[in-house]
């Protein structure tokens, strides 16, 4: 837990939900330095593939002045400055991070103390409860909207000056910078994870440490000012989230289409709808003979 999320919105769309971040209220500048720094929408995001984050601006500007926040892409599995190796060799877990153990665990304390940390953002992540024996009902979980969002065409959302769009879930992580042995930089981080809230508890014990509003952001992003270990405090299981089972198509990352957020009785509903298609269009048989009991 957290190892699936989706995050559908392109560039222009990720600017305009995260204006409220912005410290002059304007779209947050996308900037990406590298060559990896590649995005594209997708409904099941998984680790080592890339998503976007806040950072402060000096992280991806730090030649020049820069007072403002910014959105970057980096890839998702912190791996840490001092990893030596192959990018596509590194067995570490670090997808996500506990928050009871991250100042002291060699492969997170460096990153903290360095004040390395960013915003995660997503439509919403998976988690997956277990329901009987091996069997698993994965749900889709997300900050409340006004109405159901992910399904819709992100470009309707674009065209009114306020974002009608869906709120995009802003969850703390850290990140490290580290060069590979060709000397190529990569930003990679994880995702922090804490005990459960009550509503969350239904489903997972655990789940990701959740900024709630602007103040909660930014107070995360101010590095400056707040130590990592005094922002961890800050750090609360969040309550005020919805969720909905989904179809377990989710559990293979190949699939990536609004069918993996859709709530499960659509999709149920569907193959309803087609075994009754099949059933009418089929031949009639025998008619079916009444039971009639001895008298």
Known sequence: MCGRTACTLDQHGIQRATCQYSKN??????????GWQTYKPNYNLSPTQNSPVIVNGTVV??????????????????IPSWYKGNIQECTLKTNNCRIEGLMHKPTFRGAALAGRRCVVLADGFYEWKEVSGKKKQPYFIYFPQDEDVFTKDAGSFLDGDEWEGPKLLTMAGIFDVWKSPEKETYYTYSVITMESSNTMSVVHSRMPAILNGEEEVSMWLDTDEIPTEEALSMLQPMEDIQMHPVSTIVGNSRNNSSECVKPFREAEKKKSNALTDWLIKSPAGPPTKRFRPDS
Do not use: D, H, Q, V
Not at 62 to 70: G, Y
């Open 61 to 78: 500007e730090s030649e020049k002045e820069c007072e403002n926040r910014a959105l970057t892409l980096m890839r998702w599995g912190l």
């Open 25 to 34: 209220k304007e779209n947050l500048s996308w900037i990406e330095k590298f």
